[in-house]
């Protein structure tokens, strides 16, 4: 859920929502909260876990993808303000990125003094939110400017094909074009240069130039317990097996001295 941050909540406070002793106001590194345009509308980052974990896994995803450009920007469940003067006009997409907006952390994104709109928008489906992915939303976001549009539905219950993408052309969106490889449907964003695809119920990004998936961490931590299960069953293996090499060089020197083995 979006939340206004309090000063308790912040490094330095004392418990209490009172400043140390010594320190002024003025020395705070956060941005205060603007009146006018609150950084909450009270509504929750998402209604289930598939909802919560394909929004979280993307963020994360693109972040690491776009870690060394400091022009580009990925957020998620933040307010976009895109008129000025009037804070009812607002939306909150789940995943968007930015190409040439400073990268670093924002309360909210004013469209008038941001660089641009975003380039590239997520919204996954849920039961209360889906209906507004696929009509109002869809004709705000291209009004916006917004490059491209993608709906996801991890479950498979509201999107008929559960991922869909949607480029803007003449003030419309336009719908991608899936290839087929193994049995999966696969989509193209060029505003992302990178390939998605539906597969288990999760959201992949691939990056063409290499073939390979992005992985979150979650992928690389399960990947590490991997490993590390691996290795230890090769260690016990190993061991066992010099046991038993033992054993069989206790056998022959009892058989080459007469002794019974």
């Given at each position: 859920?979006?939340?206004?941050?309090?000063?308790r909540?912040?490094?330095?406070?004392?418990?209490?929502?009172k400043?140390?002793?010594?320190m002024?106001?003025t020395?705070?590194?956060?941005i205060?909260?603007?009146?006018?345009?609150?950084?909450?509308?009270?509504?929750?980052l998402?209604e289930n876990d598939?909802?919560?974990?394909?929004i979280?896994d993307?963020i994360?995803?693109?972040d690491?993808?776009?870690?060394d450009r400091?022009d580009?920007?990925v957020?998620g469940d933040?307010?976009?303000y895109?008129e000025?003067?009037?804070p009812r006009?607002?939306v909150a997409p789940?995943?968007f990125?930015v190409?040439?907006?400073a990268?670093?952390?924002?309360?909210?994104?004013?469209?008038?003094?941001?660089?641009?709109?975003?380039?590239f928008?997520?919204?996954?489906?849920s039961e209360?939110?889906?209906k507004?992915?696929?009509g109002?939303?869809r004709?705000l976001y291209?009004?916006l400017?917004?490059r491209?549009y993608?709906?996801?539905?991890?479950r498979d219950?509201?999107?008929?094909?559960?991922?869909r993408?949607?480029t803007l052309?003449?003030g419309?969106?336009?719908l991608l074009?899936?290839?087929?490889?193994?049995?999966?449907r696969?989509f193209r964003?060029e505003a992302?240069?990178?390939?998605?695809?539906?597969q288990g119920g999760?959201?992949?990004?691939?990056?063409?130039?290499?073939?390979q998936?992005?992985r979150t961490?979650?992928?690389?931590s399960?990947?590490?317990?991997d490993?590390?299960?691996?290795?230890?069953?090769?260690?016990?293996a190993h061991?066992?097996?010099?046991?038993r090499?033992?054993e069989?060089?206790?056998?022959l020197?009892a058989l080459?001295?007469?002794?019974?083995g």
């Amino acid at each position: 859920m979006r939340a206004t941050p309090c000063y308790r909540c912040q490094p330095g406070a004392d418990g209490l929502g009172k400043l140390p002793k010594g320190m002024p106001m003025t020395q705070s590194p956060y941005i205060a909260e603007d009146p006018l345009y609150p950084s909450s509308d009270g509504q929750p980052l998402a209604e289930n876990d598939w909802q919560l974990w394909a929004i979280l896994d993307a963020i994360a995803v693109l972040d690491e993808r776009f870690s060394d450009r400091p022009d580009v920007y990925v957020s998620g469940d933040l307010l976009i303000y895109y008129e000025e003067g009037n804070p009812r006009k607002r939306v909150a997409p789940d995943v968007f990125v930015v190409f040439g907006a400073a990268k670093h952390h924002r309360m909210i994104y004013k469209l008038w003094a941001e660089p641009k709109a975003p380039d590239f928008v997520l919204e996954v489906a849920s039961e209360n939110t889906w209906k507004q992915d696929e009509g109002p939303k869809r004709a705000l976001y291209a009004e916006l400017g917004i490059r491209e549009y993608w709906m996801f539905d991890p479950r498979d219950e509201y999107f008929d094909p559960p991922l869909r993408g949607f480029t803007l052309e003449d003030g419309g969106y336009r719908l991608l074009p899936a290839r087929v490889e193994s049995g999966q449907r696969v989509f193209r964003s060029e505003a992302l240069e990178l390939d998605l695809r539906m597969q288990g119920g999760r959201l992949w990004f691939r990056d063409p130039a290499t073939g390979q998936d992005l992985r979150t961490l979650r992928d690389v931590s399960a990947a590490l317990r991997d490993e590390r299960t691996a290795l230890r069953d090769e260690r016990a293996a190993h061991r066992e097996s010099r046991a038993r090499m033992a054993e069989l060089e206790a056998r022959l020197r009892a058989l080459e001295s007469g002794e019974p083995g």
